[in-house]
């Protein structure tokens, strides 16, 4: 069944795509170059934007990021390594000079949370960082 889980081009992932270039926004997808492989890449404004879903990867709080009671083993092992790979692809993506914006699997229907997007990589081009 895990099989057939997708890693890109997901319903997530398609609708902030759709929404930032809706707002202007022109991405890179997948850079294969970077760590982690960020699902949206803005080179323009040095930012790495991750869609991640909130089971897979454990979102904090969220009512989707439940454990399994069967097999716990397994996917306390698999939830945690998740979590560890997504700090350290982070942590690599920043120290090479990218800013990384996670968007949450349940964010992504929330209007508020997609302008504030919007402002966060925007943000760091008006303040002249933007690696040019």
Known sequence: MM???KGKDTAPEMAVRQFLHREGFRYRLHA????GRPDILLPRYRTAVQVHGCFW????GCRYAYRPSSNSAFWDKKLAGNRQRDERNEQKLHALGWRVCTVWECEVG???RMKR?????SRGYNAGDSGT
């Open 110 to 112: 929330d209007p508020r």
């Open 3 to 5: 099989a057939g889980i």
């Open 32 to 35: 294969r170059d970077l760590p």
């Open 117 to 121: 997007l919007v402002r966060e990589i």
């Open 57 to 60: 990867h454990q979102h904090p």
